[in-house]
């Protein structure tokens, strides 16, 4: 017992300060939507409200972090680092009955994929919705009465819908993949064969309800939906790349052989690894395959531990230990290469120059996303943030855009603040 709580701690603990670490490297948030989650958790919780359409359960999960800090920033990427914490904890903890180092082995592989580095400082609604994942596979191995099973099930199917739609559609298809396995395999009175076909059930069930009667549930990610299923392929050519195809299919395949020849819960290895063949099948559209391959975060560690799992006791560190040096070789340069889409001299202008010099009031004119969402995040209190120039231009428009994008200004326009890729003009 204590040698497996010491595992449970290190799992959770390697997690948190490996994510925490690469939150930290900048003191504001990365990606086009680090600062989106800001202005949705103001909204929460100063109107009771997100601003945009989105599925509300991820926020509720942030909220409190966002709430206790005095820095907004801070405080989101603590919350973000604990659920990292609490993803690999729990994939510990689905596995150790295979042995701690089973269990150790999944929380690593999650811990050190570039797709949870990639989800954790861009897609961070995404990424703490992998938990219910997670959760649904510790159900699955560990849960034997039927009744908690399917209780259980259910409502981690239900909470997976309400946090985001990849994470709801891959934990759908797991689960009816599952539940097909366990009928063909004949096995219809255990547990794990009620959780998978509770899941399964409330995940259909909420699908036709989001498509037909309350598609606001799920906010704009039913549209999303809609829009894949119509057609898959329209997102631009897809393109095999070096951190995704063939590792990803040669892992899959590993799941899928592991399923057909091993007892240690081969239909979870076997589900996983057809999962991580179908996200990263290269014939998808490029904008959809993006998504999609991002979700062997969470399909890669099932395989990994099943089959430490069926190594020798006296292998096991040395199979763990390769296991992590693999997955370091990925992640090492993918954290490496992470940066902020802002230049901190163009934050600190638009954070504290630009009040000083755009009268409060004003509307701002910010055709780009990654910057408009800065300047909600920011100033949207204080002034009126567009998407496109009003026709005519009232008194008191400016123009704040990208340099970098090549728009070209009116040369009657006054340039008030100029960064390094910034530029903020007024209108006249």
Do not use: C
Not at 135 to 155: E, G, M, P, T
Not at 359 to 378: C, H, I, K, M, N
């Amino acid at each position: 017992m204590k040698k497996a709580a010491a595992y449970a701690a290190a799992s959770f603990a390697i997690a948190f300060t490996t994510i925490l670490a690469i939150q930290l490297q900048y003191p504001i948030m990365y990606g086009i939507d680090g600062p989106y989650y800001l202005i949705q958790l103001r909204h929460l919780l100063s109107e009771g409200a997100i601003k945009y359409p989105d599925p509300p359960l991820t926020y509720y999960m942030l909220a409190p972090f966002y709430a206790l800090s005095d820095i907004k920033d801070l405080g989101l990427k603590f919350a973000v680092a604990f659920y990292a914490g609490l993803t690999a904890l729990t994939l510990f903890e689905a596995f150790k009955k295979y042995g701690n180092l089973s269990g150790f082995s999944a929380a690593l592989a999650f811990t050190f994929s570039p797709y949870t580095l990639r989800l954790s400082y861009d897609l961070i609604k995404n990424f703490v919705s992998l938990f219910f994942i997670a959760l649904i596979l510790y159900i699955f191995i560990n849960v034997r009465n039927q009744r908690k099973a399917v209780v259980y099930a259910s409502i981690v199917a239900a909470a997976s819908a309400l946090s985001h739609v990849l994470t709801f559609g891959v934990l759908a298809l797991y689960s009816i993949m599952l539940s097909a396995i366990y009928l063909f395999e004949k096995r219809r009175r255990d547990a794990a064969v009620k959780a998978a076909a509770a899941a399964a059930i409330t995940s259909i069930l909420i699908l036709a309800a989001t498509l037909t009667i309350v598609p606001q549930i799920v906010g704009y990610d039913s549209e999303k939906l809609l829009s894949f299923i119509e057609n898959p392929f329209n997102q631009g050519k897809a393109r095999m790349t070096a951190l995704g195809f063939s590792a990803n299919i040669l892992i899959g395949s590993a799941g899928i052989a592991y399923g057909l020849t091993k007892k240690k819960s081969p239909e979870i290895a076997a589900a996983a690894g057809i999962m991580l063949i179908l996200v990263n099948l290269p014939f998808i559209g490029e904008a959809w395959l993006f998504r999609f391959s991002l979700m062997s975060s969470i399909l890669m560690p099932p395989i990994a531990a099943l089959i430490v799992g069926e190594i020798g006791k006296t292998e096991r560190g040395l199979a763990v230990i390769l296991l992590t040096g693999l997955m370091l070789s990925a992640f090492a340069p993918a954290a490496s290469a992470i940066k902020i889409t802002l230049t901190m001299r163009d934050y600190k202008m638009l954070k504290d120059e630009l009040v000083k010099k755009v009268p409060e009031g004003s509307t701002l004119v910010v055709p780009d996303v990654r910057l408009r969402y800065w300047l909600e995040a920011l100033h949207e209190d204080e002034y009126n943030i567009v998407k496109q120039m009003p026709h005519p231009p009232p008194p008191g428009t400016y123009l704040i855009l990208d340099k970098a994008r090549g728009f070209k200004a009116n040369p009657r326009w006054e340039r008030v603040l100029d960064g390094d890729r910034v530029e903020v003009l007024r209108v006249r």
